[in-house]
């Protein structure tokens, strides 16, 4: 008889077939058992037609991957440890020395950073665009280019590009486009739709998302996904992905699935609570502008009517604005400060409702013509009640103004 130990770990065991409830297993692995050498030998990956190690997938995160392609709309998904990474594996898949890729001046600025940082030492060039002038997209594609980036809204300043023209002047370039779309989720807009079924569908052919926001929602969990629909495309990103050895936690996996069902829901509730604060702070003195997607006169809102989803879930939950410019640092700072409701925290997505003052000028290659001058702050709504919120910033104007 064997010793306890080697029972224990041996043990005969196997729970019955047929067990279901609302939320998926978590299966936790590195190793994964093959039954004999000719299996082990067999088994492919790829496809996610069998397991060979864990950081390949587990039936936890192949599960993840499909509905998030349900959710975007594509048809092959990995998973990173979070949404830069995302953003670092399209990048690492598919730029090499040589390659220039074109970025709008208002993206996510870690994507900058990259791009300045390690790109640029790897021998790979960029270029910054304007997102709302089209022709300068156009002017700016050479024949170094490989990849366009996408963002909409823009990152901080919720400019709305003219996402069909971008995505049709990189298809009649040969270029291929990656867009951040953290912001639309999946939900304000189909990424690999954009003209919604018309006889020539358009479509970006990368979606990055930081699963980090919307799709867990609590605030807690780091996460991204690459989406596509073309398998060659897929190809070339799995296998980088592989390479590189990037994996997620069975449990934050858990938690994405665990979240998703929901998620219509709370892009909505954030997205009603952004826009009601958002018309209330046009009402504001103190604010020489207010930057907001479904607000008339927000940069790019004709480009945001013509796609999104106009009725409450079709924005988001961020909005900005800009301090008239007699108002200093000093005091749109203290205006953070004593917000009560509004913590101060990077990322958004979550229940708790965020702000943070930017440095505008340091984060784009000029002024833009469209922005006022001034400070800008932006914040994320979270799920508290909009009165509660609206009153927050009242006494918070009221008290850092004085």
């Known amino acids: 008889m064997p010793d306890l130990s080697t029972e224990l770990i041996h043990h005969a065991y196997t729970p019955p077939d047929g067990f279901a409830a609302p939320q ?69 898949a598919l730029l090499r020395a040589g390659d220039e890729v074109l970025i709008p001046d208002n993206a996510y600025a870690p994507n900058k950073a990259l791009a300045e940082g390690e790109l640029k030492a790897w021998g790979i060039t960029h270029q910054f665009y304007d997102p709302l002038d089209v022709q300068d997209l156009t ?13 909409a809204a823009g990152s901080v ?18 270029v291929l486009t990656a867009l951040d779309n953290t912001w639309g989720a999946g939900l304000a807009f189909p990424p690999f739709d954009l003209t919604r079924g018309s006889a020539e569908p358009l479509g970006v052919d990368i979606s990055a998302h930081a699963l980090t926001k919307y799709p867990s929602g609590g605030g807690d969990v780091l996460m ?12 070339r990103i799995k ?24 998620i219509q829901l709370r892009y909505q509730a954030h997205d009603q609570r952004a826009r009601a604060l958002a018309q209330w702070c046009k009402s504001q003195d103190a604010f020489a502008q207010v930057l907001h997607p479904a607000l008339p006169g927000s940069p790019g809102h004709a480009h945001w009517a013509a796609l ?22 000093q005091r749109v700072d203290a205006f953070c400060d004593v917000l009560r409701l509004f913590r101060i925290g990077y990322s958004w997505g979550g229940p708790v409702s965020l702000v943070v003052p930017y440095d505008l000028a340091g984060m784009r290659s000029g002024w833009p013509e469209h922005l006022a001058r001034g400070t800008l702050v932006r914040f994320s709504a979270g799920l508290e009640s909009v009165d509660d919120l609206r009153a927050d910033l009242e006494q918070a104007l009221r008290i850092a103004l004085a």
């Not at 300043?157 to 040969?174: K, N, S, W």
């Not at 069975?250 to 979240?259: F, H, I, Q, T």
């Open 239 to 262: 296998l980088a992905h592989m390479r590189l050895g990037l994996g997620v936690g069975a449990n934050d996996a858990e938690a994405v699935l665990r979240s998703l069902p929901s």
């Open 24 to 92: 998926p297993g978590v299966f936790k692995a590195s190793t994964v058992f093959f039954p004999n050498v000719a299996a082990m030998r067999s088994r492919e990956w790829k496809g996610k037609s069998s397991y060979t190690y864990g950081l390949h997938g587990t039936p936890t995160t192949y599960t993840l991957e499909e509905r998030l392609c349900t959710l975007e709309g594509g048809l092959q998904c990995v998973l990173t440890p979070s949404g830069l990474a995302a953003v670092a594996l399209v990048a690492l």
């Open 157 to 174: 300043t919720l400019e709305f590009p003219d996402l069909c023209e971008q995505v049709r002047i990189c298809r009649r370039a040969g």
């Open 308 to 329: 999104c989803r106009r009725d409450v879930g079709g924005a988001a939950g961020l909005f900005s604005v800009v301090f008239r410019s007699d108002i200093d640092q």
């Open 139 to 151: 002017d700016k594609i050479g024949p170094l280019t490989r990849l366009v980036w996408l963002e």
């Open 224 to 235: 991204g996904s690459v989406i596509t629909r073309d398998p060659v495309l897929h190809t």
